[in-house]
């Protein structure tokens, strides 16, 4: 009797094993730890942080994506239902840290903000370079999108309203989805909904990997699976610059005063200029490259969000 129940105690211990799946997990890139290196330049920060307000649910770590048991989660903050029914319009809320650190709690504030002002605001977690590398951050983030329609009952959201905003490495990827509406070879499966988003905010997010204007090495190589020598072909299909077509939907760049975070949107604001695509720029002066966590740009950056979205969306 002993012997079957310390065999079944292993049985069960080692189902439980199985089931899980470890994920590589790079934890360099953390609010607290930017905090500290760039309060020592600009003592004056201080990190966003805005109040979570009544009209506003927030439910977390949903799973969006089931890949052969690695669970990808996602949180929502949405306005509660009016008496009129209203569904409201959605972001897709992309993290950064060089397509390999972050992790979706770094969007909290924004998502709070977008929500309080009549968005559903929808922070995914997408696989980052360690565990599996381009394109599958972009079939993660596409399977988001289209978990954001079916299940637009559940979250108020209007599905014909759905914008991609991104920081940094999140900018990037945030401009990728927006400049492959309908391209079929970036969904990762087949599926009758739509990925596509109607409005695209880069936050210094950069637009060509391989750019006159370009400084990307390391982080990029990792997720790229190699150095622009060795997979030159895989450098330039990363690049949302390079496809910019009629598809592609009206695109706000905030932006910080570091150039190397913007390369290649002058050239890709002369590509949408030519298609009569809308775009705006708002250049943060004196800014370091993570400026979206922090006082004193925080609000002047959600205000301008904000205000570009409900041109698109209202």
């Known amino acids: 009797m002993k012997k079957f129940s310390f065999l079944l105690f292993l049985a069960f211990s080692f189902s439980g094993a199985f089931a899980q799946v470890k994920v590589p997990r790079d934890t360099s890139f953390t609010l607290h730890g930017t905090y500290l290196k760039e309060k020592k330049y600009r003592p004056y920060i201080e990190i966003a942080n805005p109040d979570l307000q009544k009209n506003v649910t927030v439910k977390k770590d949903i799973v969006y994506s089931n890949l052969n048991g690695r669970e990808l989660v996602l949180d929502v903050y949405y306005p509660k239902k009016n008496k009129a029914d209203k569904k409201f319009p959605g972001v897709l809320l992309i993290y950064g840290g060089g397509w390999r650190s972050g992790d979706k709690s770094q969007m909290e504030a924004m998502a709070k903000v977008l929500a309080t002002n009549g968005y559903v ?21 596409k399977a988001s999108l289209r978990w954001m329609r079916e299940n637009a009952g559940r979250i108020n959201l209007d599905k014909s309203k759905i914008a991609s905003l991104g920081v ?4 990037q990827l945030a401009a990728f989805l ?5 391209n079929l070879q970036y969904e990762g ?13 880069d936050i210094d997010g950069t637009l060509a990997f391989h750019h006159p204007e370009s400084s990307e090495g390391k982080a990029a190589s990792l997720w790229l699976g190699g150095t622009y020598q060795e997979k030159p072909e895989i450098w330039e299909d990363a690049a949302p610059l390079n496809h910019v077509d009629k598809n592609t939907p009206p695109i706000l760049f905030l932006n910080s005063s570091n150039a190397r975070f913007h390369a290649g949107r002058d050239d890709m604001i002369k590509k949408l200029d030519s298609l009569k695509i809308y775009s705006e720029i708002r250049e943060f002066p004196d800014t370091p490259h993570p400026f979206w966590f922090f006082h004193p740009w925080f609000n002047p950056m959600m205000e301008t969000t904000v205000n570009f979205l409900n041109k698109v969306f209202r």
């Open 121 to 141: 605001a929808v922070a995914p977690e997408y696989r980052l370079s360690l565990e599996a590398i381009y394109p599958a951050a972009i079939y993660d983030l």
């Open 168 to 171: 940094s490495a999140g900018g």
């Open 178 to 182: 927006g400049t492959t509406n309908f």
């Open 189 to 201: 499966k087949k599926s009758k909904t739509s990925s596509a988003v109607q409005a695209i905010v």
